[in-house]
């Protein structure tokens, strides 16, 4: 890619996002491509910027959240920013760890409920008269 900028288009199907969401990214102040009249081109900075994005929310951080650790970035540079984000990833490795049990407990209900309408059905069990 080098040092030339993208279009909307590009952009669009480089991370198969909508138009809409990058004009949304775009109003929340997460990315500043470059306008020529009406057409937007996004510099290999913006690039950077929607990859971070796109981890972020697979990560589960709020736009809000990776809005504010973008601006850290350009605001007190690189090592703030990685401390901030270090802080960010335990808050959610934590959260996740929890959904995590959570989740697994819900599935181990599924499977004995499964089970015991299993065991249900092979008895037998009794008809509601009609």
Do not use: H, N
Not at 68 to 75: A, T, V
Not at 81 to 96: G, H, I, K, N, P
């Amino acid at each position: 890619m080098g040092d030339t900028p993208i279009s909307f288009k590009q952009m669009c199907a480089k991370f198969d996002v909508t138009p809409r969401t990058l004009r949304y990214y775009e109003y929340i102040e997460l990315l500043s491509p470059i306008r020529d009249g009406r057409a937007r081109f996004y510099t290999p900075r913006e690039v950077a910027r929607m990859t971070l994005i796109m981890r972020g929310r697979r990560f589960g951080f709020s736009l809000e959240e990776m809005r504010q650790w973008l601006e850290l970035y350009d605001e007190k540079g690189s090592v703030p920013q990685f401390e901030v984000f270090v802080e960010m990833a335990d808050r959610q490795l934590a959260a996740l760890e929890t959904q995590r049990r959570e989740l697994d407990a819900t599935i181990e209900d599924l499977r004995a409920l499964r089970e015991e309408t299993r065991r249900l059905a092979a008895e037998g069990a009794p008809r509601k008269p009609a």
